[in-house]
């Protein structure tokens, strides 16, 4: 099973980025998939996540409003569209699958991790 999360660059305070997270060796439509993120010196946090589900998705508060999740089933890829950054959303961006397929930011969850992908914010 393999997770490639690609996107992450530098970009300023107000700019977009779209992150793809491209998966492998695993029934796609079966699985949750969800991104994370840990900035340096802090714990890594969700960010959102998208079921199996239509319209079964999950924003954590900071992103609420900017950022949208989206799956492509043809394409075994879910995309992460970030609009408005802040310098606080800098950070390495992960994704991983989860055991179930509802929408859930429950780490304990997700068996299936990528390597992650930087995404940098300056102002």
């Known amino acids: 099973v393999q997770l490639q999360a690609s996107g992450g660059g530098l970009v300023q305070v107000g700019g977009s980025l779209r992150l793809s997270c491209k998966t492998s060796?695993?029934?796609?439509?079966?699985?949750?998939i969800g991104w994370f993120r840990q900035a340096p010196g802090k714990e890594r946090e969700g960010v959102s996540c998208?079921?199996?589900?239509?319209?079964?998705?999950y924003y954590a508060e900071s992103v609420k409003g900017r950022f949208t999740i989206s799956r492509d089933g043809a394409k075994n890829t879910v995309y992460l569209q970030m609009d408005n950054l802040k310098s606080e959303d800098t950070a390495v961006y992960f994704c991983?699958?989860?055991?179930?397929?509802?929408?859930?930011?429950?780490?304990?969850?997700?068996?299936?991790w990528g390597r992650g992908t930087l995404v940098t914010v300056s102002s």
């Open positions: 060796g695993v029934t796609f439509d079966d699985h949750a």
């Open positions: 998208v079921g199996k589900y239509k319209g079964d998705v």
């Open positions: 991983a699958g989860a055991d179930v397929g509802i929408a859930t930011m429950n780490s304990a969850l997700y068996r299936y």
